[in-house]
């Protein structure tokens, strides 16, 4: 079947996986890159074998001139908004890059004009699409029967980004954090009902707005999940999944290092689970599905609209720990 034609927004230091993903996917290709930044369009353009004729500072003229199905969209979140509108007004469908905008409004504003536009909106949770996120999710379905009785995730880094990150108001919430509340609706297979937080600052910190956070949320289905996460750490990381310990009905799932461990019950000593390999993964995976949705006319998983419920707790864990109160999610 023919490749879809795709533009790709963005070519900064995100922007590379997606340049590295497409290069030789099997239902697409890039035919044209944009980026703001004429030095890091002009290198990415080199480095990726782009014709410069098909190199644009702007995306409007892109739009003009070249003919494709699918946008890319790896620009910083608070532009997120405007690229995809423009977009969709132009008969493109949109891949964009998670959070889907930096504000609920903005978030709300792209669903609509995808769903005005008749353009499918999908949002790359790329967390979601890995060999140990679908593991997990198995296991969970099949052992458990999806009877999760509480989650503990500790997430630890400590990056020095530069660039918007440590310029924005709570970094680790807005653009990190989003990963791993996605994950736990994708875990849990629930939507939470309540949210407490608190967000802070440690005295060492090199970002502007706080990069930790404490969060509880309790699900539809009784599920109560504790996040504990923190971009200012000193050592001794985890992983960008973080660690996770799952405590189900009839026995624990835990993740240290990105390796699963299944307990069935106290009598069972732990065992090592190693994922299977899948053909795709990652942004490969996103946009394949972006592509078989298009194809079989049906919504993508992490789709515009069902990803407002997973910005809708980033958002709720905000107003909690900016209120210092509970908060009712819907
Ligand atoms: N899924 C993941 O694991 C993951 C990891 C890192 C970043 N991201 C996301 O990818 C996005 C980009 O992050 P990044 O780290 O690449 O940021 P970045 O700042 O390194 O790159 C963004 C690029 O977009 C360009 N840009 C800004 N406004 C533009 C516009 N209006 N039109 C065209 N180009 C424009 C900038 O010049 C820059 O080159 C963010 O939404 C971020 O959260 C996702």
Redesign the pocket.
């Known amino acids: 079947m023919e490749k879809l034609k795709v533009i790709q927004?963005?070519?900064?230091?995100?922007?590379n996986?997606w340049l590295n993903a497409l290069k030789n996917h099997p239902e697409g290709k890039i035919i044209a890159l944009?980026?703001?930044?004429p030095e890091?369009l002009k290198q990415q353009a080199a480095a990726s074998g782009i014709p410069a004729e098909h190199c644009y500072a702007s995306?409007s003229e892109a739009l003009k001139k070249e003919k494709a199905d699918i946008l890319v969209n790896?620009?910083?979140?608070q532009?997120?908004r405007?690229?995809c509108a423009e977009g969709f007004r132009a008969g493109l469908d949109v891949i964009t890059?998670?959070?889907l905008a930096d504000t609920m409004e903005s978030a709300r504003d792209i669903v609509d004009q995808a769903e005005k536009y008749n353009k499918k909106i999908m949002v790359?949770q790329?967390?979601r699409f890995s060999p140990w996120a679908w593991t997990i999710k198995k296991i969970l379905s099949e052992k458990f029967a999806d009877n999760i009785g509480y989650v503990t995730i500790l997430f630890q880094k400590g990056p020095r980004f530069g660039?918007?990150r440590e310029e924005m108001p709570y970094p680790l919430l807005i653009?990190m954090s989003i990963?791993h509340f996605d994950l736990i609706r994708f875990f849990t297979g629930s939507d939470p009902v309540e949210v407490y937080a608190k967000s802070y600052m440690p005295g060492w910190s090199w970002f502007k707005g706080d990069p930790s956070a404490n969060v509880i949320f309790t699900f539809k289905n009784g599920t109560v999940c504790s996040y504990n996460g923190s971009w200012a750490a000193k050592g001794i990381e985890t992983p960008w999944n973080g660690e996770w310990r799952l405590e189900c009905g009839g026995g624990v799932l835990l993740s240290r290092d990105d390796k699963i461990f299944l307990s069935a019950g106290a009598e069972n000593p732990p065992a090592e689970i190693i994922p299977e390999q899948y053909p795709l993964a990652g942004q490969q995976y996103t946009f394949h599905e972006m592509v078989r949705a298009i194809r079989e006319k049906r919504q993508p998983q992490t789709n515009g609209a069902d990803n407002l419920k997973s910005l809708g707790m980033v958002f709720a864990a905000l107003e909690s720990a900016k209120t210092n109160k509970p908060v009712k999610i819907q």
Do not use: I, M, Q, R
């Open positions: 927004v963005g070519t900064g230091g995100f922007g996986a944009v980026d703001t930044n890091v995306l790896v620009t910083p979140p532009v997120h405007k690229v890059e998670k959070p790359s790329n967390y660039g918007f653009d990963h």
